[in-house]
């Protein structure tokens, strides 16, 4: 079993940038962030893989943030810059950690992910 564990959310305005990071209790395949807003459906932020350290975005996130992992610290990074109200949302981490490796680091379904941080609350007022 592995544990998550993020921290680095909090109240921003737009414009501004925050860093959320995860730290993981043991080796994963694949780490992903997704995000979840009131009322709608968990959506996928990003992914890397662990050893190839290939990265994956979703298309609303696509040049804003940066996804980023350091193996000795099992910690993955989100970096997020030019943060905008609709950015607004619990922040979970996730990790793949029985994903068949023929099936590559692209992962953005939820379901493909085993373990879930607690989320992190992220606010960016207008």
């Known amino acids: 079993q592995v544990q998550l564990v993020e921290s680095g959310g909090g109240l921003v305005q737009a414009g501004g940038s925050l860093r959320l990071s995860c730290v993981a209790s043991?080796?994963?395949?694949?780490m992903g962030w997704f995000r979840q807003a009131p009322g709608k459906e968990r959506e996928f932020v990003a992914a890397i893989g662990w050893t190839s350290g290939r990265t994956f975005y979703g298309d609303s996130v696509k040049g804003r943030f940066t996804i980023s992992r350091t193996n000795v610290e099992n910690t993955v990074y989100l970096q997020m810059n030019s943060l905008k109200p609709e950015d607004t949302a619990v922040y979970y981490c996730?990790?793949?950690?029985?994903?068949?490796?023929?099936?590559?680091?692209?992962?953005?379904?939820?379901?493909?992910?085993?373990?879930w941080g607690q989320g992190t609350q992220v606010t960016v007022s207008s």
């Open positions: 043991g080796r994963t395949f694949v």
């Open positions: 996730a990790a793949a950690v029985y994903r068949n490796p023929g099936y590559g680091d692209y992962a953005s379904r939820a379901d493909e992910y085993d373990y």
